[in-house]
């Protein structure tokens, strides 16, 4: 399952079946394949706009088509969302697939992550002059590599490069 929440669209992908969506729009109809496979891409992007982009081409297809193809789309909406850290409605699109398919594998799975994820929460910021987070590599603003860094110099914050939850220490402890 985390293979399935990691995986990243291959840009060749992306671009196929964002022309065959643009094609088909185009034509005045987009057919529900052509919309979840695309929807599918923009999910597994690396972009949070992409990722919001195919949930909403996914939310659109929900009351369309047979329960087999809504199975899918749910099960997307919650690994999109998942993936946006939006663990409230990942739960939310999860908890109504297993009501409909309570031994769906896939369901549980996600599930437990998102509930994992749930109860992790942010890490608890350094008590000590010692700065460290998720992966104890920070960069100070200004520093050389800090274009990765999300930093506010009028707060005087540090910022992790890595970590999920967009962690910031203030400076002015150390």
């Not at 969302?81 to 297993?98: D, F, I, T």
């Not at 799975?109 to 994992?116: S, Y």
Request: charged share 25%.
């Amino acid at each position: 399952m985390e293979a399935v929440l990691s995986e990243l669209v291959a840009v060749d992908d992306l671009v196929k079946f964002e022309k065959k969506f643009q094609t088909e729009q185009a034509g005045g109809s987009v057919s529900h394949s052509t919309q979840f496979e695309y929807a599918w891409c923009l999910v597994r992007s690396k972009y949070n706009d992409d990722i919001r982009k195919g949930i909403g081409l996914l939310e659109e297809l929900l009351h369309k088509g047979s329960k087999e193809e809504q199975r899918d789309y749910v099960f997307y909406l919650a690994v999109g969302n998942y993936r946006l850290k939006e663990y409230e409605k990942a739960l939310k699109y999860v908890r109504g697939l297993l009501q409909t398919e309570p031994q769906n594998n896939q369901a549980k799975e996600l599930k437990c992550l998102i509930d994992k994820a749930m109860k992790k929460g942010p890490p608890r910021l350094p008590s000590s002059h010692h700065v460290s987070c998720c992966r104890d590599i920070w960069i100070l603003p200004g520093c050389a590599g800090a274009a990765d860094a999300r930093s506010d110099a009028s707060q005087q914050l540090l910022a992790c490069v890595f970590c999920p939850w967009q962690c910031h220490y203030n400076i002015d402890h150390l």
